[in-house]
């Protein structure tokens, strides 16, 4: 349809007389024609008011005219008024409007409850959506969420889906607990125990100085080796090991003791000075207890010699 | 934040997330536009979905660059004014305003005064029911929408004169409309006081 056919049958159209197809055709022209719907907006009012559809402007009596331009016309004077809201008539508009005011009482009430009608409005009760609102838009747009027996469902028809979800949890939980606090910790104990076990291993066996620093380099090796460091906290703990290895081999060297000449004691004694604070010192034990595992024996050949003791640097490998 | 044309072009690539957000985004906006149409809050709620329902499936349509707004609003007007069309040959009364939405001090304000107000705002909902869709239609927009009278021009596909004397218009008929009710009342008060 196009606009001037349904100009012509608007007055039908609006009063529900038109017939299929027609009426079909007139919809559809309402639906794509802003203009058109707009006319047909004003008709459908017209018919509500009781009035006839005009097709052309109607024709004014001269009076009536006259009456809109010199402002003592109450239609017209309540018109202006209500643009006034927005914006300031001009001024020798607003002296005639005012004129006409002066004598019109009725045309004075609409004044004052135009300037009312935003009081009115802030009175309009403003709605606010729950969540089943939103779940409804959502649900009946892109549907329902799965529930757990459709995700299994799927699951079934679609095998290869089991491995993609059990990669994605792998991602997940590396992501998450890959690089966690309590990894850390756990693996920082096994150092400390590695460390006590092989203090265990060379004290109670009397070993030379020698054999004690040997077997703390090598452990200090081992562990920097177990944690391969690789943030500020490990590398800390794995330098507190290193360190300690240094400072009992460095002891023992100044103190000139040699553990063949029977100063044990003495040598456990200040051993714990220096591992307990780091709390790397293994427990007590009787002496002449015989100990868990293998003996160390300073006659076997030994990994590490006096300089192959690691340095401060070579920890934080 | 992503604007709404971005939103929307996420959509149209079936981005369940970006419609989640855009409807979160609009939706008060919308119900609220619904309720001011028809002033009924079920029938609100319901226009209010459907509007976004529309929307989703008239995605295709949209033409790029546009402003996602105007094209929202379009949409969501002309469903209003349609619903209001046939509400108005329905005649459903407006529904009755209820406590729970109104933001009224209890404290300080004298039970008159809350009475006062209920009664202003049973006489506005029923003066906005008396109104034709064009002028209840440029109510919304301009009062209660609070859009300009250019924006209201590019939705209406009007000159600015036309939709300002039209805006006009709604407001004097809406003001005979409040009179006429206020009337009504002072009088049936006046018989109850006889």
Redesign the interface.
């Known amino acids: 349809m196009i606009c001037d056919r349904f100009r012509a049958v608007l007055s039908r159209y609006v009063r529900g007389e038109l017939v299929e197809p027609e009426f079909g055709a007139a919809v559809e022209h309402e639906a794509i024609c802003s203009e058109c719907r707009e006319a047909a907006l004003l008709a459908w009012e017209a018919v509500e008011g009781g009035e006839t559809v005009a097709t052309t402007a109607p024709l004014l009596p001269l009076e009536s005219l006259l009456a809109r331009t010199t402002g003592s016309d109450c239609s017209y004077v309540e018109l202006r008024v209500a643009e006034d809201l927005d914006e300031p008539l001009e001024v020798a508009l607003r002296a005639r409007i005012e004129d006409h005011l002066g004598g019109c009482a009725s045309c004075r009430r609409m004044r004052e409850i135009l300037h009312e009608l935003p009081a009115f409005y802030a009175l309009y009760p403003v709605l606010k959506p729950d969540r089943a609102f939103t779940r409804e838009i959502l649900d009946r747009t892109i549907g329902p969420r799965p529930g757990f027996l459709e995700i299994v469902r799927t699951l079934w028809r679609r095998p290869e889906a089991v491995f993609e979800a059990a990669v994605a949890c792998a991602l997940v939980t590396v992501l998450i607990f890959g690089r966690s606090q309590p990894d850390y910790t756990v693996m920082a104990d096994r150092a400390e125990q590695l460390v006590s076990e092989q203090l265990q291993k060379v004290v109670p066996e009397r070993a030379s100085v020698h054999g004690v620093r040997d077997v703390l380099a090598q452990t200090g090796t081992s562990v920097g080796d177990f944690l391969a460091p690789r943030d500020g906290h490990l590398r800390r703990r794995v330098d507190g090991v290193y360190t300690s290895a240094v400072k009992v081999s460095s002891w023992m060297e100044r103190a000139g003791i040699d553990l063949r000449n029977g100063d044990y004691q003495a040598l456990l004694s200040d051993l714990r000075g220096v591992l307990g604070p780091l709390g790397l010192y293994p427990k007590p034990r009787a002496i002449g207890e015989a100990p868990e595992t293998g003996v160390e024996d300073d006659t076997k050949p030994r990994g590490k010699t006096d300089d192959s003791v690691p340095s401060q640097d070579a920890g934080t490998r | 934040m992503k604007s709404d044309e971005e939103l929307f072009e996420q959509c149209r690539l079936r981005d ?1 997330g970006a ?2 957000t855009l ?2 985004r609009h ?2 906006r919308m ?2 536009l619904a ?2 149409f028809c002033g009924n ?1 079920e029938e ?2 319901d226009l ?2 459907d509007i ?2 529309r929307l ?1 499936h008239s995605m295709e349509q949209y033409q790029p660059g546009r402003p996602f707004k105007t094209w929202l609003n379009s949409l969501a007007r ?1 469903l209003c ?1 349609d619903n209001y ?1 046939k509400r ?1 040959k329905d005649r459903r009364l407006v529904d009755k ?2 406590d729970e ?2 933001d009224l001090p209890s404290a300080e304000s004298p039970t008159d005064h809350k009475l006062e ?1 209920r009664q ?2 049973e ?3 029923r003066a906005l029911e008396t109104l ?4 209840r ?1 440029a109510i919304v927009m301009k ?2 929408q609070n859009m300009s ?1 250019e924006e209201m021009s590019r939705l ?3 000159p600015v004169g036309t939709v ?2 039209r ?3 709604a ?2 008929d ?3 409309a ?2 006429k009710l206020e009337g009504i009342k002072s009088w049936s008060e006046a018989a109850h006081d006889l």
């Open positions: 369940t419609w989640e409807v979160q939706q008060v119900l609220n309720y001011q809050k609100a709620r209010a979905q976004f329902i989703y002309n004014i069309r108005k305003p209820v939405f109104y107000k202003r705002r006489i506005l909902m034709g869709p064009a002028s239609d009062d209660f009278l209406l596909g009007l300002k004397s805006i006009s218009r407001r004097v809406l003001g005979k409040i009179l």
